[in-house]
């Protein structure tokens, strides 16, 4: 189930970059920056962010120290650090823990990465989006692989899916990470609003008993239309198919996984399965995956047989992961991805109530400022609508910071702030100029 918050809009705000902690590392030679109109500077990256990238150059044989704008850069490329192997590395499980808000000294953090070998983080993604799972938790965790030398990063998904928004914030974040880690998405339930981050990953990998589709979103408004769920349900598919094109998968999956009427046909061509949404032309041998009158949810059982995405026949572990994508030396950061994703739900998920209560008691105050014809009593209403209005002020701005862009824009026109702050103030004065002249 895919719910739409009734005003949600599409997020026009960037990422806040109060949640991303500067990556600092030791200088690398002979690393690479390439900006999006094809400059490239080569040297030692100083430090990458969200906001910037410091490389120390040469410009025309002098050496100096570049500022770039993040937006302006399209890749960034490191000299590998390595570090001399050592049997206390190898799965650490007990001597990490969750990074703290201030910068640490690089001299104190942990060497996690050895050479020649991947190592691995894995990530929960476990409930319902926008209310067990936050956006946040996948910021913070992807940060902290970046900075730590994770290479890559696996998300263990369980979920029935729930808010649209939480998806988009969570696959903006992870487009941002693309280029810097590996994203693999481990299946072992993943439905509606849920497949959005999966088709955003470099791999993607079916447990067992998994499955994974039927992503028909609706919108929670009072009259439910269908043929505003029709535009938006087809808007959607359009979006996220070329994504799942652009990633190597396929888009007709998609689009039958979220529109009713699309279906997906398998057929085999040299040895290998194909896949189209028509009939027209294919072999009489074809298979039927989905049919039009239906939405596609894969199981594990289909994608092993049709090799769609990767599949697991056996377990679940990380071990079993890695088999399957045949990755033999590796090492594990542990449970530090639990730890953040523990944290960082817990707190977003105790903003999003916060603003909840609150426009709950600012509309129980609007009840009372038009019931009451007493003006102490309005004045009573108003003074607390004044408190709440505030309260929800700042709470906006603290879901912005927590990767929550489009959350802020869903409840953004939830108070109409402005004409709120000018009918409080001006009321307020009326009743100080009417206590003033006394009975």
């Known amino acids: 189930m895919i719910k739409k918050h009734r005003i949600l809009k599409p997020s026009t705000l960037a990422l806040a970059a109060g949640i991303a902690l500067t990556c600092i590392s030791s200088p690398a030679i002979g690393d690479q920056v390439v900006l999006r109109d094809g400059t490239v500077y080569e040297g030692t990256v100083i430090s990458e962010s969200r906001r910037e990238v410091i490389i ?86 992807l940060e902290w692989a970046v900075e730590n030398g994770v290479t890559d990063v696996v998300f263990r ?86 994504t799942a094109d652009a990633n190597g998968y396929s888009g007709y999956l998609v689009r039958a996984m979220i529109l009713s009427k699309a279906a997906v046909y398998a057929y085999k061509e040299h040895g290998e399965w194909k896949f189209s949404d028509s009939t027209e032309g294919l072999p009489r041998n074809y298979e039927v995956i989905d049919g039009p009158d239906t939405v596609l949810t894969l199981t594990a059982k289909q994608a092993i047989k049709y090799g769609i995405v990767d599949a697991m026949e056996e377990g679940n572990t990380l071990e079993e992961w890695a088999q399957v994508q045949g990755i033999e030396k590796w090492d594990s950061v542990g449970d530090i991805g639990h730890e953040i994703a523990e944290r960082d739900n817990k707190k977003c998920k105790s903003l999003q109530k916060r603003l909840d209560a609150t426009l709950t008691s600012f509309r129980s105050d609007m009840l009372d400022y038009n019931a009451d014809n007493r003006i102490s009593q309005r004045g009573a209403a108003m003074q607390s609508m004044k408190r709440h209005l505030g309260m929800y002020k700042r709470i906006m701005m603290q879901a912005e910071s927590m990767s929550m862009p489009s959350i802020v824009d869903g409840y953004e026109d939830a108070i109409d702030v402005v004409y709120w702050e000018q009918e409080i103030e001006t009321n307020l004065a009326r009743l100080r100029r009417y206590k003033r002249m006394g009975p």
């Open 56 to 141: 120390e150059t040469e410009v025309h044989g002098i050496s100096t120290r570049m500022t770039l704008n993040a937006r302006d850069v399209r890749s960034v490329t490191r000299t590998p650090l390595t570090a001399t192997p050592s049997s206390t590395i190898n799965t650490p499980t007990n001597t990490l823990s969750i990074p703290k808000n201030d910068a640490e000294d690089d001299a104190d953090k942990p060497i996690l990465k050895r050479e020649g070998y991947q190592l691995l983080m894995e990530v929960p993604l476990t409930g319902t989006f926008g209310e067990a799972i936050y956006p946040l938790s996948v910021a913070n965790s």
């Open 157 to 242: 998904i369980n979920s029935g899916g729930g808010a649209l928004w939480c998806a988009n914030d969570m696959v903006a974040i992870m487009k941002d990470y693309r280029s810097k880690v590996n994203m693999h998405m481990l299946i072992e339930s993943a439905i509606s609003a849920s497949i959005w981050p999966s088709f955003n990953c470099h791999t993607i990998t079916m447990a067992p008993g998994s499955d994974f589709g039927g992503a028909v979103g609706y919108t929670m408004n009072d009259t439910g239309s269908a043929e505003v769920d029709l535009k938006m349900n087809s808007i959607m598919s359009a979006k996220l198919e070329s």
